[in-house]
């Protein structure tokens, strides 16, 4: 019989601890997000994949087809082309693609700009089934984005 008290005494405190902790959270601030409907802001210093940056006021890419990032890269994952318009003074970059597959997130492309036309995304949601969904074309990308 005692035996008996003595688990109907457990089981109630249990019972009465765990409520208390429920109750303690329950008042305290929500720190948990809907994923993948709300997302976290990254730090400053995160490094996402590289993107291109478009020039404030006409959305152009601001690189001018210097290639000193893909020169700079030690991993090869930058190609790019660009042409000359007719009469125009300078490149305009027509391809910019990215092998996110081969990125080690060094940072050298990045230095070597110095038009600073590239930098490091907040994009951390990255899921693809196949090797060239990590194949990016940062030209359409910043389109895109633009859009
Ligand atoms: S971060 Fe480094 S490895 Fe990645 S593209 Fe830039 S230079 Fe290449
Ligand atoms: S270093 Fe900058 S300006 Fe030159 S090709 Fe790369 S992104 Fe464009």
Same mark, same amino acid.
């Given at each position: 019989?005692?035996?008996?008290?003595?688990?109907?005494?457990?089981?109630?405190?249990?019972?009465?601890? #765990?409520?208390?902790?429920?109750?303690?959270?329950?008042?305290?601030?929500?720190?948990?997000? &809907?994923?993948?409907?709300?997302?976290?802001?990254?730090?400053?210093?995160?490094?996402?994949?590289?993107?291109?940056?478009?020039?404030?006021?006409?959305?152009?890419?601001?690189?001018?087809?210097?290639?000193?990032?893909?020169?700079?890269?030690?991993?090869?994952?930058?190609?790019?082309?660009?042409?000359?318009?007719?009469?125009?003074? #300078?490149?305009?970059?027509?391809?910019?693609?990215?092998?996110?597959?081969?990125?080690?997130?060094?940072? &050298?492309?990045?230095?070597?700009?110095?038009?600073?036309?590239?930098?490091?995304?907040k994009d951390y949601n990255l899921a693809g089934p196949r090797k060239e969904a990590y194949i990016f074309d940062l030209l359409k990308r910043l389109e895109e984005k633009g859009r």
């Amino acid at each position: 019989m005692s035996g008996y008290f003595c688990e109907l005494y457990s089981g109630t405190k249990s019972l009465f601890v #765990g409520l208390g902790i429920t109750f303690r959270y329950m008042l305290k601030p929500v720190v948990t997000l &809907q994923y993948p409907h709300e997302s976290l802001p990254m730090s400053a210093r995160f490094r996402g994949h590289i993107e291109l940056i478009g020039d404030e006021e006409t959305g152009a890419p601001k690189c001018v087809v210097c290639g000193m990032c893909q020169k700079g890269c030690p991993s090869n994952c930058i190609s790019l082309a660009g042409e000359k318009p007719e009469g125009g003074k #300078g490149k305009v970059l027509t391809s910019y693609i990215l092998d996110f597959t081969k990125c080690s997130l060094c940072g &050298q492309c990045v230095e070597s700009c110095k038009f600073g036309a590239i930098r490091f995304s907040k994009d951390y949601n990255l899921a693809g089934p196949r090797k060239e969904a990590y194949i990016f074309d940062l030209l359409k990308r910043l389109e895109e984005k633009g859009r």
